[in-house]
């Protein structure tokens, strides 16, 4: 997640949305008070590979947790409250909310994220899941495993079970939407944006070609607050 003071604007990180490119592309608009929460050393590196500059992670640090003699088992473990890891890939907004601890910001500052069709988002996460893997299970045997599959979205861009964004764009006008959000603060964006995570699922096939009765029922029962806020449709 990216949280600018120079152009007052709070970007949070949702899962399978295109969020890293998003966040490639709002690294080159941050300041040097800005807050870049890490995307870990894959994404760091792959940010270089595409030759898109812009700032590294920054500024996510709070209340000292990572100066802790272990700091991993502390942030992974015995996580109480947010100020006890700081600002991480993808804080949910009522962590955020907590941690800048500065309701002026939090009310004042244009909040958006992105969100993608749930159908053809577990497709995606289903592949990445299993990029390293020769012989992955069927998609319908990882969908009966919601600890793994389920991806709970709707948490990151709400607090209290309701929106508290500004904007929602759509992965499926990804870049429309970024350009509609950043011009709300001012920005001008024409950059094309950077793909940073699009050779995972090995052809096109179609997502609809992957669900029978079962699996599209489960996908409409776990983000039915989501395709009922955005009029998703299998």
Request: proline share 6%.
């Amino acid at each position: 997640m990216i949280v600018s003071h120079r152009h007052k604007f709070i970007f949070l990180k949702t899962r399978k949305t295109a969020g890293t490119s998003i966040e490639l592309a709002l690294r080159k608009f941050c300041g040097p008070d800005d807050i870049i929460a890490p995307i870990g050393k894959t994404e760091e590196r792959r940010q270089q590979a595409l030759n898109y500059n812009g700032r590294s992670s920054q500024n996510w640090r709070v209340h000292g947790w990572w100066q802790s003699p272990r700091p991993l088992l502390k942030r992974y473990w015995f996580r109480v409250n947010p100020g006890d890891y700081g600002f991480y890939n993808h804080t949910p907004a009522k962590h955020a909310r907590a941690l800048l601890n500065d309701d002026k910001v939090w009310q004042s500052y244009f909040k958006f994220a992105f969100e993608r069709n749930p159908w053809d988002r577990q497709v995606s996460a289903y592949h990445f899941r299993y990029r390293d893997t020769k012989n992955p299970p069927l998609f319908s045997a990882y969908m009966r495993r919601p600890r793994r599959a389920w991806i709970n979205n709707y948490e990151i861009y709400s607090i209290d079970g309701e929106p508290c964004v500004d904007f929602i764009g759509r992965f499926e006008s990804l870049e429309q939407d970024l350009r509609h959000a950043l011009g709300q603060v001012g920005i001008k964006f024409e950059t094309e944006l950077p793909r940073a995570k699009t050779a995972f699922r090995p052809h096109a096939k179609p997502y609809r070609e992957y669900y029978d009765e079962d699996t599209r029922a489960i996908v409409g029962d776990w983000y039915r607050r989501e395709i009922e806020l955005l009029g998703y449709e299998f």
